[in-house]
T-cell receptor, first 112, second 117 residues
Framework: AQSVAQPEDQVNVAEGNPLTVKCTYS??????LFWYVQYPNRGLQFLLK??????LVKGSYGFEAEFNKSQTSFHLKKPSALVSDSALYFC??????????FGTGTRLTVIP | EAGVTQFPSHSVIEKGQTVTLRCDPI?????LYWYRRVMGKEIKFLLH????????ESGMPNNRFLAERTGGTYSTLKVQPAELEDSGVYFC???????????????FGQGTRLTVV
């Protein structure tokens, strides 16, 4: 069975500082991992995905995520946070049937 | 190119009433998904269409929920009769399916916020 855990409901970071949003997963077989972001009054937007290949995946808006098989983690990172990055972030893993299993979401607040 | 669009953006109905949510996927996307997020919880899969066929409806909560995708274009999700626990944000997503041997990612709509009072 597939599942995703986002241990932090809320992450606060000062503008310009690096940010990390944590995600761990549980899957049988190879993991297909995703990050989505939801800005206020907007739909979920695809940020990046890991299917295979390099463990460091680069995505939209300067975000990247590191796939760590031994720790079963897929943390989202950005070297320098912007106020406009404040949003709700969801980690997800894809099932064999192609639907997504999401985490509960992490609200990121970047403080000016 | 238009993205996934959902109507209405908000709906407030009384317990026992019927509500129909609509999703227009990206043109040409055969795969259409419905998801739901209850307040503060994870986004949960409801069902998956491939064209007009239901590929997987294992996430549908009960028989008060009916999804259709006539003609393989837009989809509707009807809740009848609505209960308080049906409140939440209903997301629709679509995807092409395959591109160069890899499954493509899903694109989501802005969601419909349903409140049952």
């Amino acid at each position: 069975a597939q599942s995703v855990a986002q241990p932090e409901d809320q992450v606060n970071v000062a503008e310009g500082n690096p940010l990390t949003v944590k995600c761990t997963y549980s899957v049988s077989g190879n993991p297909y991992l995703f990050w989505y972001v939801q800005y206020p009054n907007r739909g979920l937007q695809f940020l990046l995905k890991y299917i295979t290949g390099d463990n460091l995946v680069k995505g939209s808006y300067g975000f990247e995520a590191e796939f760590n098989k031994s720790q079963t983690s897929f943390h989202l990172k950005k070297p320098s946070a912007l106020v406009s990055d404040s949003a709700l972030y969801f980690c997800a893993v894809r099932s064999r049937g192609n639907n997504l299993f999401f985490g509960t979401g992490t609200r990121l607040t970047v403080i000016p | 190119e238009a993205g996934v669009t959902q109507f209405p953006s908000h709906s407030v109905i009384e317990k026992g009433q019927t509500v129909t949510l609509r999703c227009d996927p990206i043109s040409g996307h055969d795969n259409l998904y419905w998801y739901r997020r209850v307040m503060g919880k994870e986004i949960k899969f409801l069902l998956h269409f491939v064209k007009e066929s239901k590929q997987d409806e294992s996430g549908m909560p009960n028989n008060r929920f009916l999804a259709e995708r006539t003609g393989g274009t837009y989809s509707t999700l009807k809740v009848q009769p609505a209960e308080l626990e049906d409140s939440g944000v209903y997301f629709c997503a679509s995807s092409q399916g395959w591109n160069r041997g890899l499954r493509t990612e899903a694109f989501f709509g802005q969601g419909t916020r349903l409140t049952v009072v």
